[in-house]
């Protein structure tokens, strides 16, 4: 029977039908003549691709992957190459703003289908991070290299070294110094730090971060895009979630991680999103006025959420053929 006409049949006789999300593209139903019972086989949706920001192209990028096949890993890792080379986005890749000194220093992180999980933070001259962070997770024992011994690690695979500060991002290094405030500074409306989750044709979930961190940040600093758990956290039998903003906060809650959690426990992933930007802005006297969170999530059955904890965040979705920049919800609503 075809779906519209067993629908149809189904209100008009009064079937029960159950477990129908509202996201779901396609179910088939299995009919038991005899007791009239109603099974919707979930199918979920396939394939999918979510981002952080207005970022179309690495999207694109990444969606082309999973059409023609490919895995949410090559999709995920290739999508975010796009922003690392887009010089004009600065907070990843070349052209990210550089620390307080000077240095430009990246950090990233990707997870596989299998629970696997390799970064690489506080990088100097290497363009392409997230490719040397799935090197760490697929040719060593390990899963994170830090600072020389990650560029080292990233020649030694035959990553080319090259100065990822461009003139714009070393003009506006220099106005900053003329007074040096220390804050950390994340731009509440305006973003490209990359993260990106996305589901294969098999079914497959995968996940990248990628970054330049604060802005101006002390040497040294890590945020939490190349911390499993803080800014990625993948479990193929559950979703994904990856974080963008103040990473400071975000580790303290373990936010990616804390909404896989809250979505195997049977949360959506927009509650599960909205229960972890909860977790940062409901602390006693917690003051969220200067600082954005921003979360992406997307389950199984490539349901998604998004959140963020003021207005301005926006992620792109590839979802049923289509491509768009979407306006995320948020708390701050005065
Ligand atoms: N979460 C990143 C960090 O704290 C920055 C960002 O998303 O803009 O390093």
Not at 92 to 106: A, H, M, Q, S, Y
Not at 304 to 332: P, Q, R
Request: a positive charge; glycine letters at 10%.
């Amino acid at each position: 029977m075809k779906r519209r006409n067993f629908l149809k049949k189904a209100s008009a006789t009064g079937f029960g039908l159950v477990a129908v999300s509202s996201t779901l593209i396609s179910c088939d139903e299995v009919i038991s003549s005899e007791k009239k019972i109603v099974t919707p086989i979930l199918q979920p949706v396939r394939p999918l691709v979510i981002a952080t920001w207005n970022t179309p192209l690495a999207v694109e990028t990444a969606a082309k992957i999973l059409q023609n096949g490919g895995s949410a890993l090559d999709a995920v890792e290739q999508g975010c190459r796009v922003e690392e080379a887009n010089e004009k986005g600065q907070s990843v890749g070349k052209g990210g703003l550089p620390d307080r000194d000077g240095n430009v220093t990246l950090d990233a992180c990707i997870m596989d289908d299998k629970g696997n999980y390799g970064a690489v933070l506080g990088v100097k001259n290497i363009m392409h991070v997230i490719s040397v962070a799935r090197k760490v997770m697929e040719d060593t024992p390990h899963v994170m290299l830090v600072a020389e011994g990650a560029e080292q690690f990233a020649v030694s695979k035959g990553f080319k070294r090259e100065n990822l500060l461009t003139a714009a991002s070393k003009k506006k290094w220099e106005k900053w110094k003329v007074k040096a405030a220390y804050k950390p500074i994340i731009n509440i409306e305006n973003h490209d730090t990359i993260g990106m989750l996305a589901i294969d044709a098999k079914g497959n979930i995968s996940g990248a971060c990628t970054t330049s961190g604060l802005a101006y940040k002390l040497a040294g600093r890590v945020g939490d895009s190349p911390i499993i758990g803080g800014g990625l956290f993948v479990d193929n039998e559950i979703g994904g979630a990856s974080a963008t903003g103040l990473g400071e906060e975000v580790l303290k809650t373990v936010g990616s991680f804390l909404i896989v959690e809250l979505m195997r426990q049977g949360k959506s992933p927009q509650e599960a999103c909205e229960e972890a930007i909860g977790r940062i802005v409901n602390k006693p006297g917690k003051d969220f006025k200067n600082f954005q969170v921003g979360y992406i999530a997307v389950n199984k059955q490539g349901e998604t959420g998004a959140y963020s904890i003021h207005e301005w965040f926006s992620y792109n979705l590839f979802k049923e053929g289509e491509n768009k920049n979407i306006k995320s919800d948020y708390f701050n609503k005065k």
